[in-house]
T-cell receptor, first 116, second 111 residues
Framework: NAGVMQNPRHLVRRRGQEARLRCSPM?????VYWYRQLPEEGLKFMVY????????ESGMPKERFSAEFPKEGPSILRIQQVVRGDSAAYFC??????????????FGDGTRLSIL | QKEVEQDPGPLSVPEGAIVSLNCTYS??????FMWYRQYSRKGPELLMY????GNKEDGRFTAQVDKSSKYISLFIRDSQPSDSATYLC???????????FGSGTQLTVLP
């Protein structure tokens, strides 16, 4: 499967614990994006990364949330001290290196985070 | 005012019908327009991608963009039960890579 891979598909955490969500982009893609889909709401942009660089984090909550895309390995979205309001589906997308235009983004099947 | 407004539906049509899905946007800086299909418990799947006014056709799907009216549409011809899903419009500007999504329209095609 050459698509965007996210794991785990489902993650359950208790309030105050940490959640780590992983995303491996499509082969040949070097741009990664994270989006959050809250119940009954649309997809909202969180952060845009390239290898070892955060390019745009304008959609990230100021506290408890962080993201990285290391030189080796998957991109990680980390949520510290989770609260009930963090329950959502978190989607990762990837796109090829930018050429002359804006390349379309391809999505994984998401991680569904539930906070008890 | 939201940056992207999408007809919320839900929409229910008989098999074989022509479906029209619509979004409007407010920011004239938006240049790239996409339609995604999302099945339940799955990620959005890219259907159509365009960056110019006019029509783009791919099989049973036609994407239409009218930049002067800030209006985009997706038409599905000869709709099938397998088309039953939520359809999301997504828009971006040239400088910002982030996508701004509509809230989605849930479509059901009845056999």
């Amino acid at each position: 499967n050459a698509g965007v891979m996210q794991n785990p598909r489902h993650l359950v955490r208790r309030r105050g614990q940490e959640a780590r969500l992983r995303c491996s982009p499509m082969k040949g893609h070097s741009h990664v994006y994270w989006y959050r889909q809250l119940p009954e709401e649309g997809l909202k942009f969180m952060v845009y990364l390239q290898k070892e660089n955060i390019i745009d984090e304008s959609g990230m909550p100021k506290e408890r949330f962080s993201a990285e895309f290391p030189k080796e390995g998957p991109s990680i979205l980390r949520i510290q001290q989770v609260v009930r309001g963090d329950s959502a589906a978190y989607f990762c997308a990837s796109s090829p290196m930018a050429g002359g235009g804006n390349q379309p983004q391809h999505f994984g099947d998401g991680t569904r985070l539930s906070i008890l | 005012q939201k940056e992207v407004e999408q007809d919320p539906g839900p929409l229910s049509v008989p098999e074989g019908a022509i479906v029209s899905l619509n979004c409007t946007y407010s920011n004239s800086a938006f240049q790239y327009f996409m339609w995604y299909r999302q099945y339940s418990r799955k990620g959005p799947e890219l259907l159509m991608y365009t960056y110019s006014s006019g029509n783009k056709e791919d099989g049973r799907f036609t994407a239409q963009v009218d930049k002067s009216s800030k209006y985009i549409s997706l038409f599905i011809r000869d709709s099938q039960p397998s088309d039953s899903a939520t359809y999301l419009c997504a828009i971006s500007s040239g400088s910002a890579r982030q996508l701004t999504f509509g809230s989605g329209t849930q479509l059901t095609v009845l056999p």
